[in-house]
């Protein structure tokens, strides 16, 4: 997605940019963050937060690894998976699975 996705509206999470990936002269926004309206999901949107508020804060491209590996917090699923899901309790099982991973060790810095 080359058009950047717009905010959550829930108040908590109004400032929080979606996940911007550096490709040549571009910036692109993966699209598994936004719905068909270009909205950022909520869960997904409360994981980043997550994820930023750390110190120190992981890249976006390490932030994006980890939405894509399986997680045994949430039975082996990865957090892409669920995190689109509006029920409660998932939305309990990704953020529990955020904090338990943050610090995310640095993976994609590697590959530079």
């Not at 929080?16 to 002269?25: N, Q, R, S, V």
């Not at 068909?36 to 994006?64: E, H, Q, W």
């Not at 949430?74 to 939305?91: F, H, K, S, W």
């Amino acid at each position: 997605m080359r058009v950047r996705p717009t905010p959550n509206t829930d108040p908590t999470l109004k400032d929080i940019a979606p996940l911007a990936i550096p490709y040549f002269k571009e910036t692109l926004y993966p699209n598994f963050q936004c719905d068909a309206r270009g909205m950022m999901y909520r869960n997904i949107a409360t994981c980043i937060k997550v994820f930023r508020n750390a110190d120190p804060p992981p890249s976006d491209m390490d932030i994006l690894i980890w939405f894509f590996c399986p997680n045994e917090s949430l039975d082996g699923r990865t957090p892409a998976e669920v995190g689109r899901n509006p029920d409660e309790e998932i939305r309990r099982e990704i953020i529990l699975a955020a904090e338990l991973d943050e610090p995310l060790a640095p993976v994609a810095s590697t590959w530079s």
